[in-house]
């Protein structure tokens, strides 16, 4: 089993619902992320957590929402989305946040907005 | 621009023909490379990282080189369980540039 679990796998919304993605390390890492990944792009980074703080938010619509309750666990709650937004969302995490240790990414949840 | 890309796009090989995957970068100030190895359904999953130009590193068929303007993934004698979507990562300051990936199919 991955050091980091995301919940649900999958997952199928409409416009105008509102859900939660789940993440969470058991590695004892300090930095937390959330990545988009769509179809032949590169993966786009969307929030960084450190020690529970944001430390950075790549211009993400506010129709997304991070969570970072503690260090162990990150959410990413969703509202009124557009079709656009149909994608693997990845979860990770690595030691610090200073982009020079690999990351240990979940398996994702695959969103489909209709 | 600082950029990452990844060539080609997609590669089909004989299992046992080997080949090499490309990633080319115009970053500048490059604090290190990594290659993740992507399987349909999952998350990347670390597979190298290079420092400096000339560096190279080995795990099973996989062999990671480093120049300064690009690396190559050397995969020799390839198997189908090596099927999957190779992902080339740039780190310069404190960020991450990524490419879109190459993927990999080896047919037996």
């Known amino acids: 089993e991955t050091g980091v679990t995301q919940t649900p796998r999958h997952l199928v919304m409409g416009m105008t619902n509102k859900k939660s993605l789940k993440c969470e390390q058991h590695l004892g890492h300090n930095a937390m992320y959330w990545y988009k990944q769509s179809a032949k792009k590169p993966l786009e980074l969307m929030f960084v957590?450190?020690?529970?703080?944001?430390?950075e938010n790549n211009s993400v619509p506010s129709r997304f929402s991070p969570e970072c309750p503690n260090s162990s666990h990150l959410f990413l709650h969703l509202h009124t989305l557009q079709p656009e937004d149909s994608a693997l969302y990845l979860c990770?995490?690595?030691?610090?946040?200073?982009?020079?240790?690999?990351?240990?990414f979940g398996n994702g949840t695959r969103l489909t907005v209709t | 621009e600082d950029q990452v890309t990844q060539s080609p796009e997609a590669l089909r090989l004989q299992e046992g023909e080997s080949s090499s995957l490309n990633c080319s970068y115009t970053v500048s100030g490059l604090r290190g490379l990594f290659w993740y190895r992507q399987d349909p359904g999952k998350g990347p999953e670390f597979l190298f990282t290079?420092?400096?130009?000339?560096e190279e590193k080995e795990k099973e068929r996989l062999k990671a080189t480093l120049t300064k303007k690009e690396s190559f993934l050397h995969i020799t004698a390839p198997k189908p369980e090596d099927s999957a979507t190779y992902l080339c990562a740039v780190q310069f300051n404190y960020q991450l540039i990524w490419g879109a990936g190459t993927k990999l199919i080896i047919k037996p």
């Open positions: 957590y450190s020690l529970e703080e944001r430390v």
């Open positions: 290079l420092y400096s130009a000339g």
């Open positions: 990770a995490s690595s030691p610090s946040d200073r982009g020079d240790s690999p990351l240990h």
